[in-house]
């Protein structure tokens, strides 16, 4: 998509237009503006986010594992938008219905980290916190690896999985 090709900032409506084979000011009457555009298309892939369809089970390292496979395919997929969204949201109102999507994603996650300490699998703690302690080599590793690619920084889920819970970086 033009998003992913060129990010929000110099992503145009008239570059989207033309992709989509329609006239600019179809997409003026249909969304009101660039935000708005954006945010639509950020909801469409949304949808496509998997770890809604993720469940608890019984073993916590297929179920860590199971998060981090869905946010490095989110990365890999529309990594560029999802930066986007972060850097933008606080500047344009039109991403404001949009907060509850990824709010959304990581509450599904917290709430099989909550499933996991209750039956004693993993240390107690704030639940969002262990989260962005799975999540952040993963998130890290994307953007070090998107500003300097020649470094070959790469992040193996089962690394970040393992590293997590044996409580290293």
């Not at 998060?67 to 606080?90: E, H, K, Q, S, T």
Request: charge should be negative.
């Amino acid at each position: 998509s033009v998003w992913r090709e060129q990010g929000y900032r110099d992503a145009t409506t008239l570059k989207v237009a033309e992709r989509a084979g329609i006239g600019e000011v179809t997409l003026f009457r249909r969304f009101g503006g660039k935000g708005k555009l954006f945010a639509a298309a950020l909801a469409r892939e949304a949808e496509s986010f998997e770890i809604a369809a993720l469940a608890s089970s019984d073993d916590v390292e297929a179920d860590l594992l199971n998060i981090v496979c869905a946010y490095d395919r989110l990365l890999d997929r529309n990594g560029a938008i999802v930066a986007d969204f972060l850097l933008n949201r606080p500047n344009d109102p039109a991403f404001d219905e949009l907060a509850a999507i990824p709010r959304s994603a990581i509450m599904k996650a917290v709430g099989i980290i909550v499933y996991h300490q209750q039956a004693g699998r993993l240390q107690s703690g704030p639940p969002l916190q262990l989260i962005v302690g799975l999540l952040g080599p993963l998130i890290m590793s994307y953007m070090i690896q998107r500003a300097q690619p020649e470094l070959g920084l790469g992040a193996a889920p089962h690394e970040i999985v393992s590293r997590f819970l044996n409580g290293s970086a």
